[in-house]
């Protein structure tokens, strides 16, 4: 498996552990965004967030499992929204850290998802062909 596959499954998994810093902080308490979200899934938002969290794993888990690992042609554009929102994430935990002059739900782990997404935009710039036939033999 190259390298680029290994960064994204290893950005898959902290975003796990930041979904459960948040769980862990109780996120739709504190944001109200995250409460909102949470509101559209259940009245029980604590249930809300669950089942987004876990929707947003799965997910990233059949995007490393399918179109990153089989070399799909939209695997690349995958990719880069990955790193789009896990940069947003790693940026906007530390900053609503500083504005509220406290610990807030996802700060700890969100430096680690921004060094991860800020490395595969490195690889994935660096590379000719970020999935190309010749990794697809790797496996």
């Not at 509101?39 to 987004?52: A, H, N, Q």
């Not at 940026?91 to 500083?98: K, L, R």
């Not at 406290?102 to 062909?129: C, D, M, N, S, W």
Request: with cysteine; net charge neutral; charged share 10%.
């Amino acid at each position: 498996m190259s390298r680029i596959k290994v960064s994204f499954g290893v950005l898959v998994a902290a975003q796990s552990a930041h979904s459960i810093e948040e769980y862990l902080g109780r996120l739709w308490q504190s944001f109200p965004p995250a409460a909102f979200l949470t509101g559209l899934i259940s009245s029980d938002r604590e249930f809300g967030f669950v089942v987004i969290n876990c929707a947003i794993v799965a997910f990233g888990i059949w995007c490393l499992v399918w179109p990153v690992r089989k070399n799909w042609a939209s695997a690349p554009a995958i990719m880069w929204c990955w790193i789009f929102v896990e940069t947003i994430n790693g940026i906007g935990h530390p900053a609503w850290s500083i504005q509220q002059g406290e610990y807030t739900p996802g700060v700890i782990t969100a430096p680690i998802l921004l060094a991860l997404a800020v490395y595969l935009a490195i690889q994935l710039r660096g590379a000719p062909h970020p999935v190309s036939p010749a990794e697809s033999q790797i496996e």
